[in-house]
């Protein structure tokens, strides 16, 4: 069964431009959860999708959207970027068991710098 | 925001000693996880110990949960110089759609 995956694995921008990053969730599972790691540092929550939706936003600017595709894939949008936004990008999916969140299986993540 | 503080930040400990690491968050939670990350990468599910529960086993893990006090540790026995990693605990808040990071604890183990 293949795990979730992300891409780009690395990404440069340069301050001002949007960066798009990429989810593909675990077959099965209808939630997908962004996070945004900022080197050295815990995990910051982003956005969490469900069955299409956005369930639950972090304390991030509205420049950081995203959305989640009929497929449960997933897109994270940073608009406007700035050099505090160079981070390794986290996502998870997780099957819902009962309206319960359980266990989040990660990808790899995308490395993003701007310069 | 974070949830959970893990306390050390960091450990550095000999093959075979036990490592002991603790985690405490500030509502009431559906379920406390442990979460492993090997060099900046992608995280890896541990163990999931739910708010009814105190006490929770898997190989060389134990984790236990302290409701009363808000608090979580997490003992990995025997340790090899494999488990050298980030460990994070994350918690589902009661009501809160979110999974939830706490700051992290960084074991070393020497070989």
């Known amino acids: 069964e293949a795990g979730v995956t992300q891409s780009p694995t690395h990404l440069i921008k340069t301050r001002g431009q949007q960066a798009t990053l990429r989810c593909s969730p675990i077959s099965g599972h209808t939630s997908v959860y962004w996070y945004q790691q900022a080197l050295g540092l815990g995990l910051q929550f982003l956005l969490w999708?469900?069955?299409?939706?956005?369930?639950n936003r972090g304390n991030f600017p509205p420049r950081f959207s995203g959305r989640q595709f009929p497929n449960y894939s997933s897109e994270l949008n940073v608009n406007a970027l700035e050099l505090e936004d160079s981070a390794l990008y986290l996502c998870?999916?997780?099957?819902?068991?009962?309206?319960?969140?359980?266990?989040?299986?990660f990808g790899q993540g995308t490395r993003l710098t701007v310069v | 925001s974070q949830q959970g503080e893990e306390d050390p930040q960091a450990l550095s400990i000999q093959e075979g000693e036990n490592a002991t690491m603790n985690c405490s968050y500030k509502t009431s939670i559906n379920n406390l996880q442990w979460y492993r990350q090997n060099s900046g990468r992608g995280l890896v599910h541990l163990i999931l110990?739910?708010?009814?529960?105190r006490e929770k086993h898997s190989g060389r893990l134990r984790v236990t949960l302290d409701t009363s006090k808000k608090s979580s540790s997490l003992l990995i026995t025997a340790s090899r110089a494999a488990d050298t990693a980030s460990y994070f605990c994350?918690?589902?808040?009661?009501?809160?759609?979110?999974?939830?990071f706490g700051s992290g604890t960084r074991l070393q183990v020497q070989p």
């Open positions: 999708y469900d069955e299409g939706e956005e369930r």
């Open positions: 110990i739910r708010s009814n529960e």
């Open positions: 998870a999916s997780s099957p819902r068991k009962q309206g319960m969140i359980t266990e989040a299986f």
């Open positions: 994350a918690t589902v808040e009661t009501g809160r759609r979110a999974l939830i």
